[in-house]
């Protein structure tokens, strides 16, 4: 069994990351499909469409992978399955490849939750590395964004407490 330098491997890894991304678009092309379904969802549109601009900070947590669909401000560089679209991203993404086979812990990413769905704010290279290398599950520091009624209507649903005669 070849030995190979973990800088060697990251490179690997970089480049058959690009051939998922570069074949899951060639896929897509045979099946007549629009190039837009493999991308990101937009963060923007999903949180107008849903009118969620309440913010309320749920903190860390560990979130399943699968939940995390799109990216706020980089969805045009990573395909639908976080693989990278972009050979600019190869630096970043080796660095945080070499960290993960060197078992070093990185800080938590940065999420927004929109329903079941999550969206990165900070951390696409992490969710990119984790997901190329089949991790389930990711530390993540996330903020819920709640359509302006959600806590109002909770409020209703909830049974008043009973007044106690005097």
Known sequence: MLLMDLNEQADRDFGRARRRA???RLAERFRGEPASQNALPSFDETRRSLKAFNRLRRGRRVVDLEKVVGSVGRRRDFDRAFMPLRPSAGERWKR???????????PPITLYRLGDAYFVEDGNHRVSVARFHGAEWIDADVTELRPAGAEGQR?????EPASRAA
């Not at 945080?96 to 990185?106: E, K, N, P, Q, T």
């Not at 409020?155 to 049974?159: L, R, V």
């Open 22 to 24: 570069w074949l899951r």
């Open 96 to 106: 945080v490849d070499l960290a993960f086979h060197r078992g070093v812990d990185l």
């Open 155 to 159: 409020a209703q649903a909830a049974p």
